[in-house]
């Protein structure tokens, strides 16, 4: 079964250079939501788009935006990149609203130097 | 707001033997809930989740039980193995997005 797909895997960027993560969605599902987890730390919630338009904004800087795409997939970019920014950022899919799982990718780990 | 919590930042257990972790939960209008597991360096991956008209359900090798009165929620895996070692998280829906509070690491000891 397809899964959600990011990319990509691995990123290493530096200091206030800009980065873009993309986020390929499970078929169907109208929801992608974005998470960022430091170094031993829960997932924190950035933002979230239902049907392209965003649906929900958490702990996200100014310095990054995101959008999706008229195909479902997302982009997060980052901009003026911190060495705090560095983190596993998630992308999930589902169905909005239907209290039903989330499903996670795999991830995309970046590192500002 | 809601919040989560786990009772314990980690637990070891022994290979074979059977494993509970615990989560807390504020919202008493919370009407679904959700384990996931997440090993190092990968997403979080969905384990098993009930509804709030349940208290019991159960999986390959999981179970999870629901105590409305008390909010609570429990997973118990039984027959531990070393596949098992990874945090686990009991997120919350808020407004449609799941929350997540500080897992549970669990050890598998051979």
């Known amino acids: 079964a397809a899964g959600v797909i990011q990319s990509p895997r691995h990123l290493i960027k530096e200091k206030r250079e800009t980065a873009t993560l993309k986020c390929y969605p499970i078929?169907?599902?109208?929801?992608v939501y974005w998470y960022q987890q430091g170094p031993g730390q829960d997932p924190q919630f950035l933002i979230s788009?239902?049907?392209?338009?965003?649906?929900d904004k958490g702990s996200i800087p100014d310095r990054f935006s995101a959008q999706q795409f008229s195909d479902y997939h997302s982009e997060l970019n980052m901009s003026s990149l911190e060495l705090g920014d560095s983190a596993l950022y998630f992308c999930?899919?589902?169905?909005?609203?239907?209290?039903?799982?989330?499903?996670f990718g795999q991830g995309t780990r970046l590192t500002v130097v | 707001g809601e919040s989560v919590g786990l009772h314990l930042p980690t637990l070891s257990v022994q290979e074979g033997d059977n494993s509970i972790i615990n989560c807390a939960y504020s919202?008493?209008?919370?009407?679904?809930f959700i384990w996931y597991k997440q090993e190092s360096g990968k997403g979080p991956q969905f384990i098993i989740d009930?509804?709030?008209?349940?208290d019991k359900r159960q999986g390959q090798r999981v179970t999870v039980l629901l105590n409305k009165t008390v909010k609570h929620l429990s997973l118990q895996i039984a027959a531990t193995q070393p596949g098992d070692s990874a945090v686990y998280f009991c997120?919350?829906?808020?407004?449609?997005?799941?929350?997540f509070g500080q897992g549970t690491e669990l050890s598998v000891k051979p």
């Open positions: 078929p169907r599902h109208d929801t």
């Open positions: 997120p919350m829906y808020q407004g449609g997005k799941l929350i």
């Open positions: 919202n008493s209008a919370s009407d679904y």
């Open positions: 009930i509804r709030s008209n349940m």
């Open positions: 788009f239902y049907e392209k338009m965003q649906s």
């Open positions: 999930a899919s589902s169905w909005y609203g239907m209290n039903t799982e989330a499903f």
